[in-house]
């Protein structure tokens, strides 16, 4: 009965509109994150140095963020089975502060060559594991 139910209740009603409204809502969420870096690199590029301007940057940055995580939860319960769901989001959760630890300390590793090669390096380092760990 309750599949019944489940099956019968669509919040779309055709294929299309569904694709159309995803793909809506992509363009809105890219759109939104791209309005944040131009506006980071516009403060570089004019050199406007605010830390309050910052602050509110990183808010949007992390209200906009939100948005998004609640539904990749969701997905990523769904995909992976109760048996299995704790050890999954157990690595899942500990990926972002292991990767925070590790880009921190290559990142302090070379800041005395300044900023520049600490984002350079760490960018090195992502394109080696993303090209040689799957080979």
Not at 59 to 80: D, E, K, R, Y
Not at 85 to 90: I, K, Y
Request: net charge neutral; hydrophobic share 50%; proline share 2%.
């Amino acid at each position: 009965m309750f599949l019944q139910i489940w099956s019968s209740n669509h919040l779309f009603p055709s294929r299309e509109e569904a694709t159309l409204f995803l793909g809506t809502l992509d363009t809105i969420f890219l759109f939104s994150y791209a309005v944040v870096f131009v506006f980071g690199t516009l403060t570089e590029w004019l050199h406007f140095y605010n830390k309050w301007f910052y602050c509110c940057l990183w808010i949007v940055n992390g209200l906009l963020q939100s948005t998004g995580w609640p539904c990749v939860v969701a997905v990523m319960g769904n995909w992976f089975g109760k048996a299995g769901r704790g050890v999954v989001f157990g690595l899942w959760s500990a990926c972002a502060s292991v990767g925070n630890i590790l880009g921190a300390c290559l990142a302090s590793s070379v800041l005395q060559y300044g900023y520049e090669v600490g984002v350079f390096f760490q960018l090195c380092v992502c394109v080696y594991i993303c090209i040689y760990i799957p080979m």
